[in-house]
């Protein structure tokens, strides 16, 4: 099969295009033949060593963790799964990632791909949807009528925290540059931000829930914005105890575990129409290294998505 290699970490050019054998899946994996996969900011911090301590990969490495395909081959403790079937979800880290022709899944960590929105779309579902699914209703259990700012709502997670939210019945309050705002109230936040006019931790105060994708100083200046009592979840770094304290609030760290039941709730809302992905451009396997090199920029507006094969 063809694969975008990496054989050491380095930056968006390290992808090397290479022949290699088709993976075997294990019992209870699925090889999946990868239609369209998708790029998340994770993708190229494992790629450049930011996490190689933590997540340190083995060479050669198969990166790509959003991927829609058809099931070619299912282990043999696989139930819920059989050749043929059009499957979405999270490709196996590291080893048989979705930069490849063919992929490796664990049954626990895909479902059926929704059936009414475009295939490219769905590609670009499962870490960012899956993320803001799984904060918003499994972790902190929003509910409706409450407040929530969404930093970095242009952001592949912040679009669809914004629809979740919404659809759970939320007030969202979003920020984004200048550029972006449209596309945020198109999706359904009732205010929309530019972050770049001034400052906006004095704009906004008292929200239930402050779900910041940025980090850095906008992090810094989340506390203040939530109500005693409310919660600041980061998806980038750690969270300052004393900060969180001096405000009465709860702060955290989250690296969020979504899984195949999480892409079936996606699935659902996707094909209710209440799930609309957003999509910056569309690039082939062979153009990895420029949807890299984008994502990095952090300017993408949307998902980028890769299409490997029919
Ligand atoms: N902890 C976890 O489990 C977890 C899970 C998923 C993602 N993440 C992390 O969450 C972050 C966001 O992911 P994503 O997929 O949403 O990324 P993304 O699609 O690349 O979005 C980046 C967004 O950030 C905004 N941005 C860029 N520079 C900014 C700045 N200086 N100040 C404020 N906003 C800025 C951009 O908005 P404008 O163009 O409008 O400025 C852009 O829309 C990444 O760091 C990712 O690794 C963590």
């Known amino acids: 099969m063809k694969a975008a290699v990496i054989r050491e970490y380095g930056d968006a050019t390290v992808f090397k295009s290479e022949d290699i054998p088709t993976p075997e899946p294990g019992d209870t994996e699925v090889l999946v033949k990868v239609h369209f996969?998708?790029?998340?900011?994770?993708?190229y911090k494992v790629r450049a060593g930011y996490m190689k301590n933590r997540m340190p990969l083995k060479?050669?490495?198969?990166?790509?963790?959003?991927?829609?395909?058809?099931?070619?081959?299912?282990?043999?403790?696989?139930?819920?799964?059989?050749?043929?079937?059009?499957?979405?979800?999270?490709?196996?880290?590291?080893?048989?990632?979705?930069y490849a022709e063919y992929?490796?899944?664990?049954?626990?960590?895909?479902?059926?791909?929704?059936?009414?929105?475009?295939?490219?779309?769905?590609?670009g579902l499962p870490v960012a949807a899956g993320t803001a699914w799984t904060v918003l209703v499994d972790l902190v259990g929003l509910r409706k009528g409450q407040k929530v700012l969404i930093t970095g709502a242009s952001g592949g997670v912040g679009m669809m925290a914004i629809q979740i939210a919404k659809n759970i019945g939320a007030y969202v309050i979003g920020t984004a540059s200048k550029a972006n705002l449209q596309t945020i109230k198109a999706i359904g936040a009732d205010e929309a931000i530019d972050y770049t006019e001034g400052d906006f931790s004095e704009k906004v105060k008292d929200v239930d829930l402050l779900l910041d994708t940025v980090g850095g100083e906008t992090l810094s200046k989340a506390y203040k914005m939530v109500k005693k009592g409310g919660k600041l979840i980061s998806l980038t770094g750690p969270t300052d105890k004393a900060a969180a304290d001096k405000y009465g609030i709860d702060a955290?760290?989250?690296?969020?575990?979504?899984?195949?039941?999480?892409?079936?709730?996606l699935a659902k809302l996707a094909d209710s129409g209440k799930l609309k992905v957003i999509i910056d451009r569309e690039l082939p396997l062979e153009k990895i290294s420029e949807a890299h090199a984008l994502s990095e920029s952090r300017k993408a507006k949307g998902k980028i998505i890769i299409k490997i094969q029919s």
Do not use: H
Not at 103 to 118: G, H, M, R, V
């Open 103 to 123: 992929a490796l899944a664990k049954e626990s960590n895909i479902a059926q791909a929704p059936k009414n929105i475009p295939e490219r779309e769905s590609a």
């Open 252 to 265: 955290q760290y989250l690296s969020v575990p979504s899984d195949g039941k999480t892409m079936e709730e």
């Open 37 to 43: 996969a998708s790029v998340n900011p994770f993708d």
């Open 59 to 98: 060479f050669p490495a198969i990166l790509g963790t959003d991927m829609i395909g058809t099931v070619e081959k299912a282990g043999s403790s696989v139930s819920k799964f059989k050749k043929g079937d059009l499957v979405f979800g999270k490709a196996n880290f590291g080893s048989n990632g979705s």
